[in-house]
């Protein structure tokens, strides 16, 4: 039996099961019904563009849960009426994929085309992956891979350089408030035969607390709604049951929830204490993920303060350790502490910028060969061909300090970290300028 027997995605929808859950239910099944990722899908877009014209070309979606992944890629094979298969990188090995990859060379020799969505991707070993290559460069599928996690790093080359990868966003509240409004009157799909209604406050709420997971939002109101009778409003307790969280989690000034997290960073970032814990209090009084904030105040330690104070990062981390230990309200003392500690500490963002003049450089620049000094003759054959020649161990040298060129030769002498001069970035700039100085000292000797 073929695994393409059963009913073909490209077919009119089947009618819609109302026991599954609303977030499977009310998938959109065209372009105009997706809502966000407006940077890839709007018009004139290189991916709208390429699903209109119907040249599709394997590709990875990556982002993070609940933006549309699944159903962009089931969106894309109905428009372009390929046959789609949905594969579990959890659930499946290198037998099944042979066993697919085998039906999908005969649908195309019958001249049809299978779009193959593999969902974790990343999940999948570097044999399994590479065991895709010779049925996509061949064109037998259309592999669509989707991930939570980077390509560069969770995908072989070989597949990445064969795909294009489209980075999705987090949806934006109002795009989750789009979504909920209408599960709220679709009779078909959502909950319009219940005829509730909910305050635009509500439903705000609500994709706050989904943060920008769409899936999430969706088992909120359908919980919420579970708990409401039909033709009345939903209501603030009914959320707070399905969530087990504050709705109000800003007051109606108008404030949003990046626009507290927003305050709470550049408070630090400039020194203000007393800001600092203010507008922390708000969060805290709000209801906020503690979580949250922990991961964004571990953040500010490494963006603002970063060797300044190498403690600064140390404290967050003992800080978020400690919200999870304890939990509420006693783990709150924890993150004031630490939102404190990063006020008042010396503020640097030079490791900050390093990095990023590094990653423009590796973005702009051809990838050069790493140096042959810096390379491991792991065989005598690798020695022969000079891996590890000209190497100079750092110990063996006065004060570990050698004069060996670790960069590529175009790159020679570049300088990406410069330290601030504050906090302990001080003590760090004067040790550079000792290990130029002893570097060069040493050259003049060789000369």
């Given amino acids: 039996m073929s695994l393409f027997d059963s009913s073909p995605l490209h077919s009119e929808p089947p009618s819609v099961d109302k026991k599954r859950p609303l977030a499977e239910r009310m998938r959109p099944t065209t372009l105009d019904d997706y809502v966000g990722q407006e940077h890839v899908l709007g018009p004139g877009k290189p991916l709208r563009n390429q699903i209109e014209r119907d040249e599709m070309t394997s590709l990875i979606l990556w982002g993070p849960p609940g933006v549309g992944k699944t159903t962009l890629a089931r969106v894309i094979a109905r428009l372009s009426r390929c046959e789609f298969l949905p594969f579990s990188a959890v659930l499946s090995g290198i037998k099944e994929i042979k066993a697919v990859m085998a039906d999908a060379e005969r649908i195309r020799k019958l001249g049809r085309r299978t779009i193959l969505f593999v969902d974790e991707i990343h999940r999948f070993n570097r044999a399994q992956q590479d065991a895709f290559l010779p049925y996509v460069e061949r064109g037998d599928i259309?592999?669509?891979?989707?991930?939570?996690?980077?390509?560069?790093?969770?995908?072989?080359?070989?597949?990445?350089?064969?795909?294009?990868?489209?980075?999705?966003?987090?949806?934006?509240?109002?795009?989750?408030?789009?979504?909920?409004?209408?599960?709220?009157?679709?009779?078909?799909?959502?909950?319009?035969?219940?005829?509730?209604?909910?305050?635009?406050?509500?439903?705000?709420?609500?994709?706050?607390?989904?943060?920008?997971?769409?899936?999430?939002?969706?088992?909120?109101?359908?919980?919420?709604?579970?708990?409401?009778?039909?033709?009345?409003?939903?209501?603030?307790?009914?959320?707070?049951?399905?969530?087990?969280?504050?709705?109000?989690?800003?007051?109606?000034?108008?404030?949003?929830?990046?626009?507290?997290?927003?305050?709470?960073?550049?408070?630090?970032?400039?020194?203000?204490?007393?800001?600092?814990?203010?507008?922390?209090?708000?969060?805290?009084?709000?209801?906020?993920?503690?979580?949250?904030?922990?991961?964004?105040?571990?953040?500010?330690?490494?963006?603002?303060?970063?060797?300044a104070d190498p403690r600064a990062l140390e404290q967050c981390i003992a800080a978020m350790q400690a919200v999870h230990f304890l939990g509420i309200p006693e783990g709150d003392l924890a993150l004031a502490q630490a939102a404190i500690y990063l006020a008042v500490a010396p503020k640097s963002d030079a490791s900050y910028k390093a990095l990023g003049d590094a990653t423009r450089d590796v973005q702009t620049r051809v990838a050069e060969p790493v140096p042959m000094q810096l390379r491991n003759a792991v065989t005598k054959s690798m020695k022969a061909w000079g891996y590890g020649a000209g190497y100079q161990h750092a110990h063996q040298f006065e004060d570990a300090v050698n004069e060996m060129e670790c960069l590529p030769p175009s790159l020679a002498g570049r300088e990406y970290y410069i330290p601030s001069g504050r906090g302990m970035e001080k003590r760090i700039a004067e040790r550079l300028e000792e290990i130029r100085r002893k570097r060069q000292s040493s050259e003049k000797e060789d000369s």
Avoid: C
């Avoid at 789009?178 to 509730?196: I, K, M, N, Q, Y």
């Avoid at 033709?231 to 959320?239: D, M, R, Y």
């Avoid at 929830?257 to 203000?272: F, P």
């Fill in 142 to 307: 259309v592999l669509i891979g989707a991930t939570t996690e980077n390509p560069s790093f969770e995908v072989n080359a070989a597949l990445l350089s064969r795909s294009k990868v489209f980075a999705l966003r987090a949806l934006t509240v109002p795009e989750v408030m789009t979504l909920l409004r209408r599960a709220l009157v679709d009779s078909e799909r959502g909950l319009g035969d219940l005829r509730l209604t909910a305050s635009d406050d509500l439903l705000e709420q609500i994709a706050i607390l989904a943060n920008g997971d769409a899936r999430v939002a969706y088992n909120t109101l359908e919980a919420a709604a579970a708990a409401t009778r039909p033709g009345e409003a939903l209501s603030s307790q009914a959320v707070e049951d399905a969530t087990q969280r504050k709705t109000l989690l800003y007051d109606k000034s108008g404030e949003e929830h990046y626009n507290i997290i927003s305050a709470l960073h550049k408070s630090v970032r400039s020194s203000d204490p007393q800001a600092a814990l203010y507008w922390l209090a708000r969060m805290l009084e709000a209801g906020e993920d503690r979580m949250y904030i922990a991961r964004r105040i571990v953040r500010m330690a490494i963006e603002d303060i970063g060797l």
